[in-house]
């Protein structure tokens, strides 16, 4: 009798921990049908607007002796690892990345042999040294440079064009741009601007966010400043709301149909059904 007893108290302990456990784990996973896990990890993400919607990535595996990591390219439903190591991404109109190492050196790839090709592929775009870059449908490249800002934590903004950067008015912490070459910021508060055609900066009302990104269709995606399991709420426009998809993230990218990839703060990589 207090044998059977022990082992109904122990099957009952047992029930409650593996209840508990399963709790615990499906605290940092998303719960909503909207998101699709994709397999492998991350620290950065970038799509780009030609018609496959290539997908680039940097990821968490240190590169040997950098302080920088690892590139892969999405292949099918493989990441091929591209030689060559840096920190940020963007990618262009034609699915070719533009990655920032450690030192802020700007690297383009080609696969063609052009003249930007230097080594394993990678060619450097000199002038300049950055934090942040975006690539816009028509081929617009911006990037928050390393030049720090009138503002504390902020840093100056620059385009680049027949490869030579000018350096504008405007600052920031992170960038995107549109299809039609704008560019919006995000700042150290948080705020929103956009300039149109690199003219004034006007602020994006009834959005507070860390990151914005721009699918080649148009549609915007943010990370907005409100804390949530995973890293920040993301968030979608949809004419003057914005909609909270219900994940956590810390970076963001979107395809050429308007569907986000997300980053959370565990490096692991969703994307939007």
Request: proline residues 2%; hydrophobic residues 35%; aromatic residues 10%.
């Amino acid at each position: 009798m207090k044998n059977s007893l022990l082992i109904i108290i122990a099957a009952v302990y047992l029930t409650l921990v593996s209840c508990s456990k399963d709790e615990t784990e499906n605290t940092d996973t998303p719960t909503n049908t909207q998101w699709e896990k994709v397999a492998g990890t991350a620290t950065d993400i970038a799509i780009g607007s030609d018609s496959e919607g290539t997908v680039w990535i940097i990821s968490n595996e240190y590169a040997y002796g950098t302080t920088d990591y690892s590139i892969k390219k999405r292949n099918g439903s493989e990441w091929q690892t591209i030689e060559g190591f840096a920190t940020r991404i963007a990618v262009d109109q034609n699915g070719l990345a533009w990655v920032i190492n450690s030192g802020g050196d700007i690297y383009r790839y080609s696969n063609s042999g052009g003249g930007l090709k230097n080594v394993n592929g990678w060619g450097g775009v000199g002038g300049l040294t950055a934090k942040e870059i975006a690539i816009g449908k028509n081929g617009a490249v911006w990037v928050i440079s390393n030049q720090a800002g009138l503002s504390a934590n902020n840093y100056k903004i620059a385009s680049l064009a027949l490869l030579s950067w000018t350096v504008g008015i405007g600052e920031g912490t992170k960038i995107a741009v549109d299809p039609l070459g704008n560019p919006y910021v995000t700042n150290s508060s948080s705020s929103v601007y956009f300039s149109y055609n690199g003219g004034a900066w006007t602020n994006l009302s009834g959005i507070s966010a860390r990151e914005i990104s721009y699918g080649a269709n148009g549609q915007c995606w943010v990370i907005s400043n409100e804390p949530t399991t995973g890293g920040y709420k993301v968030k979608q426009a949809n004419g003057a709301v914005w909609e909270d998809r219900e994940i956590g993230a810390v970076e963001i990218a979107v395809d050429p149909n308007g569907k986000a990839w997300i980053i959370n703060d565990k490096n692991e990589i969703y994307k939007f059904k």
